[in-house]
């Protein structure tokens, strides 16, 4: 199936430092979402996004909504150890239908830095 | 609230046998729910998208006779796989769309079931 494209695929964070994930696609969607998933659990979602500009905070976290309607990105501040897992962006082309079926990005791995 | 309850989280079965995963809405109904697998340090694919009293609707290659969905009430889904296969080896996830209108819903994932054949 589709996939959308999230990068980077991996990183290493440091207690302390801002991280910064985005996902992009080729199509336009009308929802963006961010979840993130622990290991041997199902997704959380963390951030809503349903409006082209939109710009909303979860805390530490920040996430937009392209205004193309075709990319996200996701930031998160002062990064702290319990940070560290799979970051999931996933869209949805429209509200209903089998087009309103999310589509999911490859993901985020979120690591400590040795 | 938008909770969903997925069991088992850890199943292991024998070749040919058949699993039965159960994806319950706690608080809301859900009149579609989704089923996807997620192989490891993978993303997650849509298997197929369960309706409420009607059939599901299942992604390209995915074989509908093997992953059987059921969805008899609006807050209870079921995938079963029928003559379960070691490839057939994954984590297994439900999800469930609550709330109506174009900026008032949501998905909510299950916690996921391991299941591992023998």
């Known amino acids: 199936g589709q996939q959308l494209n999230q990068s980077p695929q991996s990183m290493f964070i440091q207690e302390g430092e801002d991280v910064s994930m985005n996902c992009t696609s080729s199509?336009?969607?009308?929802?963006w979402l961010w979840y993130k998933q622990d290991p041997g659990e199902g997704p959380v979602l963390l951030i809503a996004l349903y409006k082209a500009g939109e710009l909303t905070s979860n805390g530490r976290l920040t996430a937009q909504f392209g205004i193309t309607r075709k990319d996200s990105f996701l930031n998160i501040s002062a990064s702290i150890p319990s940070d560290v897992g799979i970051y999931f962006c996933a869209g949805q082309r429209e509200y209903g239908g089998s087009q309103g079926n999310l589509i999911f990005g490859k993901g985020t791995k979120l690591s400590v830095k040795p | 609230g938008a909770v969903v309850s997925q069991h088992p989280s850890r199943v292991i079965c024998k070749s040919g046998t058949s699993v039965k995963i159960e994806c319950r809405s706690l608080?809301?109904?859900?009149?579609?729910m989704f089923w996807y697998r997620q192989f490891p340090k993978q993303s997650l694919m849509l298997m197929a998208t369960s309706n409420e009293g009607s059939k599901a609707t299942y992604e390209q290659g995915v074989e509908k006779d093997k992953f059987l969905i059921n969805h008899a009430s609006l807050t209870l889904s079921t995938l079963t796989v029928t003559s379960a296969h070691p490839e057939d080896s994954s984590f297994y996830i439900c999800?469930?769309?609550?709330?109506?209108?174009?900026?008032?819903?949501?998905?909510?994932f299950g916690s996921g079931t391991r299941l591992t054949v023998v």
């Open positions: 608080d809301f109904q859900a009149t579609t």
């Open positions: 999800s469930a769309r609550h709330g109506t209108g174009d900026f008032n819903y949501g998905y909510t």
């Open positions: 199509s336009i969607f009308n929802t």
